[in-house]
């Protein structure tokens, strides 16, 4: 696997659950790693967050696009489902939650862009009234009836029943505009991210910190994936 730049590897520490690690290579030669600590950094995690929900997002619309776009014979729940987990990614970046000490400000991404700070907001409420509760939207209809009888002068009641309609989120010209906004966020995201990676490179106190390196991780090391243990 590989990230950015960069690698995984798969860390087995005794006495420990294994994790995922990440590591960077200069020249094909793995670098060595401190751990920073502080504000700065947990600010760091939640916007790295973001980054990987707005480009899950970004690749569910674009590839629900793609299927819509050159029709694909595909069952319709395929880019439905697709357009739902690119919405539910797209939400997360502009949701308070534990874990996370940031939000993404939207007045902030969309400022002096009225027409996709339109489309944010639309993209939220489809999450809200929609996708994640049961609301009120433009989306879904239900129906309650009462069938009679044809052939019954006094037309008795036959039975109950009731038809739910869902339109479908396959609108291409909605979609393009989802996946606009995504990117004006994902833009928004990267800027906070390279700017916080800088502040703690240049912030690290190398004299403080323990180096690492891929092959001495040991049960100190805290913040990696944890994975399942192969027996």
């Known amino acids: 696997m590989k990230f950015e730049n960069g690698e995984y590897r798969h860390v087995s520490i005794p006495k420990s659950i294994d994790r995922i ?15 920073p600590r502080g504000h700065e950094v947990n600010n760091l995690k939640s916007w790295a967050l973001y980054k990987a929900d707005i480009s899950s997002a970004l690749e569910a619309f674009e590839l629900a696009l793609s299927i819509i776009d050159q029709e694909v014979s595909v ?3 395929v880019p439905q489902s697709l357009i739902f987990a690119g919405i539910t990614s797209y939400c997360k970046c502009y949701t308070s939650a534990d874990g996370r000490s940031t939000k993404v400000n939207p007045k902030k991404v969309f400022k002096g862009d009225s027409e996709l700070r339109s489309i944010h907001e639309k993209i939220k409420s489809i999450r809200n009234s929609y996708i994640a509760h049961g609301g009120i939207s433009d989306f879904e209809r239900v129906t309650v009836r009462v069938a009679l009888d044809p052939e019954s002068d006094s037309k008795a009641c036959l039975t109950t029943y009731s038809f739910v309609a869902r339109n479908p989120l396959s609108n291409i010209n909605d979609l393009t505009q989802f996946i606009e906004a995504a990117k004006l966020t994902g833009n928004f995201i990267d800027s906070k ?13 190398l004299e403080a910190s323990k180096i690492y390196t891929v092959d001495n991780i040991g049960n100190d090391l805290l913040d990696g994936f944890k994975v399942p243990r192969s027996e």
């Open 21 to 35: 690690e990440p590591f960077m290579r200069k020249a094909g030669t793995p670098c060595p790693f401190v751990i």
């Open 193 to 205: 991210v390279k700017v916080l990676y800088e502040r703690i490179k240049e912030n690290v106190d």
């Open 75 to 77: 069952e319709q729940t």
